[in-house]
């Protein structure tokens, strides 16, 4: 059990930093399109290999949450019974984990 445990927090590590990563890379993708400046305004056309890293950040921070979400509801409670025996805070735990979605 604690295997898995380590298994799903190692995943979600991994998971963070190359959403990370893929930010960095998306935001100085779009500081190296040419901008407009006006006065005191400045504008800059949106870089579509930037949107693509965004998106792809998100994406794999969206998995990372189902990761840990469901994977730590999983190890929580294997079945009903456990869930039912289990202390009141934990059965909290759950339903709050539930309704943060």
Do not use: T
């Not at 949106?46 to 792809?56: N, T």
């Amino acid at each position: 059990m604690k295997a898995a445990g380590a298994l799903v927090c190692i995943s979600v590590v991994v998971l963070d930093v190359v959403a990370g990563i893929l930010g960095i890379q998306g935001e100085i993708a779009q500081n190296e399109v040419r901008g407009y400046r006006y006065l005191v305004f400045e504008c800059s056309e949106p870089s579509p290999s930037a949107f693509r890293l965004g998106l792809a950040a998100a994406c794999l921070l969206l998995i990372a949450h189902l990761i840990a979400n469901v994977g730590g509801g999983c190890i929580l409670f294997a079945s009903r019974d456990d869930m039912q025996q289990s202390p009141l805070n934990k059965q909290v735990a759950v339903v709050c984990l539930l309704f943060s979605w």
